[in-house]
């Protein structure tokens, strides 16, 4: 179990936050078309998990925007946006803002993937929900960048996250 801070709060999270060199959880998330989306539809290429509360925030909408003009520079990479919000919130937020280079997810149907990826906020205005984290991997789905943000209300650190592909 680890501990971020909401507000300067401690909060609790359940499940094993990812390790730089572990082989990353399975997933099927729900897409933006509401088909299901799968860590293995991914094979063979850099994956940059954005996981974060909801894209209704100021810094995950931020951090939405600032992947999508980053994702727009690396080769054989994809970036998922990850929350609880439902893929018809997720979808007009990035068409309203024109975002068009990451790949927006919800684990509204999956209800393990917070627990898998250690990121289940259990406690406070946001349980059920995930605490902010970035987790990259390599084109083998190894974890090789991971960052847990100890205080949800702060962006994640980026330029790691892009040197670590």
């Known amino acids: 179990m680890s501990t971020v801070t909401f507000q300067g709060n401690s909060v609790s999270l359940s499940g094993s936050f990812a390790e730089k060199g572990t082989q990353a959880p399975n ?4 897409g933006a078309d509401l088909a299901d989306i799968t860590l293995q539809d991914f094979a063979g290429k850099n994956v940059i998990l954005n996981i974060f509360p909801s894209i209704d925030t100021p810094v995950c909408a ?6 999508n ?3 727009a520079s690396k080769e054989n990479t994809v970036v998922l946006c990850i929350s609880a919000d439902l893929p018809f919130a ?4 990035c068409e309203v803002e024109g975002i068009k280079d990451v790949k927006t997810a919800s684990f509204f149907r999956a209800p393990t993937f917070t627990e898998d990826y250690g990121v289940n906020i259990n406690e406070g205005a946001l349980a059920g929900l995930a605490s902010r ?3 990259c991997l390599n084109t083998e789905g190894l974890v090789v960048h991971s960052e847990l943000v ?5 962006e994640p650190d980026y330029a790691a996250a892009l040197a670590a592909l």
């Open 150 to 154: 100890s205080e949800i209300t702060d």
């Open 62 to 67: 931020t951090s939405v925007r600032t992947f």
């Open 133 to 135: 984290a970035v987790v």
């Open 69 to 71: 003009i980053e994702a």
């Open 90 to 93: 997720t979808g007009r937020f």
């Open 27 to 30: 997933f099927t998330l729900c």
